[in-house]
């Protein structure tokens, strides 16, 4: 079983902005399951710093036109999955968030900040830190660690790389006129390397030069190789499609599981779904909503970005509105979202909850206390709160695309037949088509047995780790005999 060190910019539980951080938390464990020796880096953020005091310093990395990074080592709390903090505090020891200040804006130094982690990613993999550990792929993820094939496909005793796509619409795009002071090899530049338009793309680092590529989920990897999901790049993803490949997401279940969920008010399973109520009362009570058992909630949780459709939610309100059902929503992201959104909640106050902010409780509760869950998303890499809402009995309504497309059954006659349905599916990029699916959902909510059944079917669905985690093996050992 090859060594894999694993570069990422966010892990559950230490740092999260979004369902990177659930991957990463959790498939580095179910690869040691599979006996990978699995060592996760990741950068020293102040919180991260703040768990990990404990943790000793094991390495020193010299890096060109920088002070010497530290290496900090301790287990990813929960896990015994080792972890290696990069830890260079010019850099990441600051208060705010991993790529952004605490107003939203980007760090203007990110080009610099993941240049350096991904130089010492590539000396860690190659053993000169003097940890005697070689790696035998390293396990990229998204833009942050583009710039880490790049390096290594610099070398003649390399080891194998794989690039995992999270989302194509972040690329780590940079003025050109920051390449220079990066110190990165001159051979990189040029279109068949990092640049892009006369940009800098990180994320072009990793479709070009890793051995292989994948994205989180099989539709995804289709939809991202036409013009109307490739941001410009499906004409090299084109180019490498035989490199290139979907794997789904998992979910931890230690964590999203209704049964043992320390999060929720009252836990729950299949056997005992009566206990739900306690959750939607809780909930109701908790956004002033009246309380009201038989009044579908429908929750929503989610960065606040066009991705996630909120304005076709938008588009769709005022009719919404006019139905009898009751909405909740955390989430945070675009000022204009969350403006708007705050002003049909204030006219809604009967019906409508918007909470803005980062909430993890709040998340747990809203996925366990409501009867149905929205995510009307125009694009979805894999999407991780359709698959948590499966397993609380939270019907997800969805839209058709990218993993929501490949783990949500339409609840149409036929397959409610078969007892495979598992959610409401629509495909329009519209309002109308969302206020249509949202109508369906509550006509089957209000059918009693067959609603029961739904949520039964989408209890019993598995999107444990394991499964995924034997096709990133099977893909880390492809890219070690496919090495370039
Ligand atoms: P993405 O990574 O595109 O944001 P995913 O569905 O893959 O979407 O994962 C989102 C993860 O982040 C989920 O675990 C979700 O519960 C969590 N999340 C998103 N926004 C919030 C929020 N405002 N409060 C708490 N958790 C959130
Ligand atoms: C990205 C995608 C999301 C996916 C997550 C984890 O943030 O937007 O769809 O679930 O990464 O892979």
């Not at 948590?388 to 037949?417: E, F, H, Q, W």
Request: charged share 20%; hydrophobic share 45%.
């Amino acid at each position: 079983m090859p060594k894999v060190l694993f570069a990422v910019s966010e892990a559950h539980p230490l740092i999260k902005t979004g369902g990177l951080a659930d991957f990463a938390g959790s498939l580095p464990v179910a690869l040691q399951e599979l006996r990978h020796d699995v060592r996760l880096v990741l950068p020293a953020y102040r919180p991260v710093l703040a768990q990990a005091r404990a943790w000793r310093e094991v390495a020193r990395l010299e890096l060109p036109g920088h002070q010497a990074a530290r290496i900090l080592e301790g287990a990813l709390p929960g896990t015994r999955v080792t972890c290696w903090l990069v830890h260079a505090p010019e850099w990441f020891d600051r208060p705010g968030g991993p790529y952004a200040d605490a107003g939203g804006h980007d760090w203007p130094d990110n080009a610099a900040r993941y240049a350096l982690f991904a130089r010492a990613v590539a000396q860690l993999a190659l053993d000169e830190a003097g940890l005697n550990w070689r790696a035998g792929v390293v396990h990229c993820s998204d833009w942050q660690t583009g710039l880490v094939p790049a390096l290594l496909s610099r070398e003649a005793e390399r080891p194998a790389t794989l690039f995992t796509i999270h989302n194509l619409a972040y690329q780590g795009l940079f003025p050109a006129a920051q390449f220079p002071a990066l110190n990165l090899p001159a051979a990189l530049w040029g279109h068949d390397g990092l640049e892009f338009h006369g940009q800098l793309s990180f994320i072009k680092g990793g479709l070009i030069y890793a051995d292989r590529i994948n994205t989180v989920s099989p539709t995804y990897a289709g939809e991202i190789t036409t013009p109307a999901l490739g941001y410009g790049l499906e004409g090299l993803l084109r180019h490498r499609a035989a490199h290139l490949s979907g794997i789904l997401n998992g979910v931890d279940y230690r964590v999203w599981d209704p049964a043992r969920d320390p999060l929720i008010i009252r836990n729950y399973s299949p056997a005992g779904l009566a206990h739900k109520a306690a959750n939607k009362a809780w909930l109701q009570q908790h956004c002033a909503l009246p309380a009201q058992e038989h009044i579908p909630l429908i929750g929503m949780v989610g960065r606040l970005v066009e991705q996630k459709g909120i304005d076709l939610l938008l588009a769709a309100l005022p009719q919404l509105m006019k139905l009898p059902l009751q909405l909740v929503l955390l989430g945070s992201g675009a000022r204009h979202f969350e403006d708007a959104l705050q002003d049909w909640a204030r006219r809604y106050p009967e019906q409508l909850s918007v909470r803005i902010g980062y909430n993890e409780e709040l998340a747990h509760r809203i996925e366990a206390g409501a009867d149905m869950f929205l995510m009307p998303s125009r694009f979805e890499p894999c999407g991780l709160n359709q698959l948590y809402s499966l397993r609380y009995g939270t019907v997800p309504i969805v839209r058709r695309t990218g993993g929501l497309a490949d783990t949500v059954v339409d609840a149409g006659a036929d397959n409610l037949k078969r007892d495979r349905a598992t959610g409401i599916v629509f495909s329009e990029e519209s309002g109308a088509a969302l206020l249509d699916a949202v109508r369906r959902a509550l006509n089957l909510f209000s059918g009693g047995a067959t609603w029961h059944a739904l949520m039964l079917a989408g209890m019993r669905q598995d999107y444990s780790w394991q499964a995924s985690a034997r096709r990133y093996s099977a893909l880390y050992q492809q890219a070690m005999a496919e090495r370039r």
